[in-house]
């Protein structure tokens, strides 16, 4: 069954970085053959895209962490990663990794808190 493990969350100070990570297992086709995306869920808000990358690399970012998050993905260890820099207290958030190719997975979400 299709897995989506996310990690590296924590708490942060404002202007902080942090690294998270998806690590997919159990897909019907090779992992490269998917989509790929970060969401994003703040209490009281609807689930949000935050960045995404496509088969051949192509990236897309919400305009809120374009020049600050980095996504990337490394298709012989199954992982896409989400790199966070000046971190603000507004990307405090439960964060989400999606898979896409004929159907969506989700994972269970990893929490990034940033605060002083």
């Known amino acids: 069954q299709v897995q989506l493990v996310e990690s590296g969350g924590g708490l942060v100070q404002p202007g902080g970085s942090l690294r998270l990570s998806c690590a997919a297992s159990?897909?019907?086709?090779?992992?490269?053959?998917?989509?790929m995306s970060w969401y994003r869920q703040a209490p009281g808000k609807e689930r949000e895209l935050v960045a995404a990358?496509?088969?051949?690399?192509?990236?897309n970012y919400a305009d809120s962490v374009k020049g600050r998050f980095t996504i990337s993905r490394d298709n012989a260890n199954n992982t896409v990663y989400l790199q966070m820099n000046s971190l603000k207290p507004e990307d405090t958030a439960v964060y989400y990794c999606?898979?896409?190719?004929?159907?969506?997975?989700w994972g269970q979400g990893t929490q990034v808190t940033v605060s002083s």
């Open positions: 999606k898979a896409r190719r004929f159907l969506q997975y």
């Open positions: 159990g897909f019907a086709a090779t992992f490269s053959s998917y989509y």
């Open positions: 990358i496509t088969t051949v690399g192509s990236t």
